[in-house]
């Protein structure tokens, strides 16, 4: 049986107006870091009780389309039992997985990594579509630096991309595919256009070699910014032409969506480059977020650890995906951040 018709469905569903995707799928690590943050234990309990407050925000369905989980929320259940993903399907929202096991060093590179997780992986997409996901994510976590990317880095990644990619279809996941590069450094947005431009040339190379049908993926990448420590950091509109005009150039139109992560991004730097994107307009794919901490940021803090502040917290949470909302359209404002 081939997913085809669903997959491309599904993807589409991701994409669809005003709605993109919350990326709830911090590792252990991770999640720690950002509970850390904010002063609380990262017990499983406080794990579930967070991300459950999240899911259960009343009306987030209108602009959330889909979350992707990680391996132990797709398994745990809301407090009145409903596993996770169930509880996300009732609401209309479509769970997602990720499957990738972390950015570990890549051998012989001058501090380079590549992404693992491949090994299993067949029998790991079946076991997460029995347990409710329709689509997944892999990261792979490309830095610039001194002669960096290098073509190595960007060839091992971009071939294990597309072997994860080419076996979510078979198994029957959407896969988003997501190349990051870092915004760590001091590159100008000129590096940072260079780098995503060959950065995502490899990837979609790889892609049609390993024969994935572009129809049935996302693509989730990183805008065109400059880095952290750049002296010159790019305004809005620089950003949002620098992005699209490079993505013109290497993003097939057969791609239904391209779903950004924010990447260290304000909240309102995130909303506000988006906004600017889809202001401009005429490009052939939709372009929409997967965002994690510019979705969240607000909402942990709201939280603070306290069952009592979660209407607070939740209230933060719909706020974030309400702007990234009309950002689909280009219709966000500045003024609307005040606004509750
Ligand atoms: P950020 O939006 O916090 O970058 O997270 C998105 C994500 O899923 C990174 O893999």
């Excluded at 259940?77 to 570990?104: F, H, M, W, Y």
């Excluded at 060839?155 to 996941?173: K, P, Q, S």
């Excluded at 995502?200 to 892609?207: D, G």
């Excluded at 880095?227 to 791609?255: D, L």
């Amino acid at each position: 049986m081939s997913f085809s018709q669903e997959l491309e469905a599904t993807a589409r569903a991701l994409v669809a107006p005003h709605k993109g995707i919350l990326a709830a799928d911090e590792s252990a690590p991770t999640i720690k870091k950002r509970f850390d943050s904010i002063g609380v234990a990262s017990t499983e309990d406080n794990r579930r009780f967070y991300r459950e407050m999240l899911f259960t925000t009343q009306g987030c369905e209108e602009f959330i389309s889909g979350v992707i989980l990680f391996d132990e929320t797709i398994r745990q259940g809301a407090s009145d039992g409903t596993p996770l993903p169930k509880l996300l399907e009732n609401k209309g929202i479509i769970p997602g997985i990720k499957v990738d096991q972390g950015a570990k060093p890549l051998a012989g590179s001058d501090g380079e990594k590549v992404t693992e997780g491949l090994d299993g992986l067949r029998d790991r997409v079946a076991e997460y579509r029995a347990l409710g996901a329709r689509f997944a994510k892999w990261r792979a976590v490309i830095s610039i630096g001194e002669g960096q990317p290098s073509d190595y880095c960007l060839a091992t990644n971009a071939h294990a991309l597309a072997r994860y990619a080419a076996l979510c279809v078979e198994g029957g996941l959407v896969p988003i595919v997501e190349p990051e590069i870092l915004m760590d450094g001091t590159h100008t947005i000129e590096t940072s256009y260079e780098a995503t431009q060959r950065t995502l040339h490899a990837v979609f190379h790889e892609l049609a070699l390993q024969r994935v049908p572009l129809e049935q993926i996302l693509l989730k990448p990183n805008m065109v910014l400059s880095g952290y420590e750049c002296p010159r950091q790019a305004s809005v509109p620089e950003v949002a032409e620098h992005t699209i005009h490079c993505f013109r150039r290497v993003v097939p139109a057969a791609v239904p969506g391209v779903v950004f992560l924010s990447g260290g991004q304000s909240d309102e730097a995130a909303t506000a480059h988006l906004n600017a994107m889809n202001r401009i307009g005429g490009f052939p794919w939709e372009l929409s977020f997967s965002y994690g901490r510019a979705l969240q940021h607000p909402a942990l803090q709201a939280w603070a650890g306290k069952a009592g502040n979660a209407p607070a917290a939740q209230q933060a949470f719909y706020h974030r995906a309400k702007l990234n909302g009309a950002a689909r359209t280009g219709s966000y404002s500045e003024a609307m951040e005040k606004a509750a």
